[in-house]
């Protein structure tokens, strides 16, 4: 069975730095490209990131460019992502999300973590 | 960035009834786009990827269509744990950006 933990999250100030991490379990790791989504309370869903299999290929949502930082350990199935300069508007649910194994690749999400909150507040 | 419009953004409908959520993308994305399904306080779940193909497991009631730019998703037949949220996802290029959500709501 696929799974996927989060953890990391938890209240920052303004301005602060949090790294997540997401725990990859039942699957090879190594095969699978993933993602970073976020989900603001009571809003609705944002992608923040991405990282191929291999961490040759990342991209990034305008709003996490030169603040986040995505990255992998296929040794430790792991995946992070490293957030600076926090603002109010990064309080959110973080999930990490698979992608779905479709045509070789795909960047569709079919299996998701139970996500972390991170709350950006002074 | 490729913009996903969702309508609407809610709907009230009682079991049974049969539901359709419109989902419009910018500019043409082909057939990549997704349905993703949350339940509140849960994980989102895919349940139509490719437009129009069904996820393992996920109730022959839903289906997807379209192609371009609009796209639609369909409940045949709504049933009592179908009450949720709804959103589409282009995956034509990035950033991958998600529509706005249609909540389902008990009529």
């Known amino acids: 069975e696929v799974q996927l933990v989060e953890s990391g999250g938890g209240l920052v100030q303004p301005g602060g730095s949090l790294r997540l991490s997401c725990a990859a379990s039942?699957?090879?790791?190594?095969?699978?490209?993933m993602n970073w989504v976020r989900q603001a309370p009571g809003k609705g869903l944002e992608w923040v990131s991405y990282i191929s299999s291999s961490s040759s290929t990342i991209y990034y949502a305008d709003s996490a460019k030169g603040r986040f930082t995505i990255s992998r350990d296929n040794a430790k199935k792991s995946l992070f992502l490293q957030m600076n300069s926090l603002r109010a508007e990064d309080t959110a649910v973080y999930y990490c999300?698979?992608?779905?194994?479709?045509?070789?690749?795909?960047?569709?999400?079919?299996?998701w973590g139970q996500g972390t909150l991170v709350t950006v507040s002074s | 960035d490729i913009q996903m419009t969702q309508s609407p953004s809610s709907v009230s409908a009682s079991v049974g009834d049969r539901v359709t959520i419109t989902c419009r993308a910018s500019q043409g994305i082909s057939n990549w786009l997704a349905w993703y399904q949350q339940k509140p306080g849960k994980v989102p779940k895919l349940l139509i990827y490719a437009a129009s193909s069904l996820q393992s497991g996920v109730p022959s009631r839903f289906s997807g269509s379209g192609s371009g730019t609009d796209f639609t998703l369909t409940i045949s037949s709504l049933q009592p744990e179908d009450f949720a949220s709804y959103y589409c996802q282009q995956a034509n290029s990035f950033p991958l950006t998600f529509g706005g959500g249609t909540k389902v709501e008990i009529k």
């Open positions: 999300a698979r992608e779905l194994p479709y045509g070789g690749s795909s960047w569709y999400f079919d299996s």
């Open positions: 039942g699957f090879t790791f190594s095969s699978y490209s």
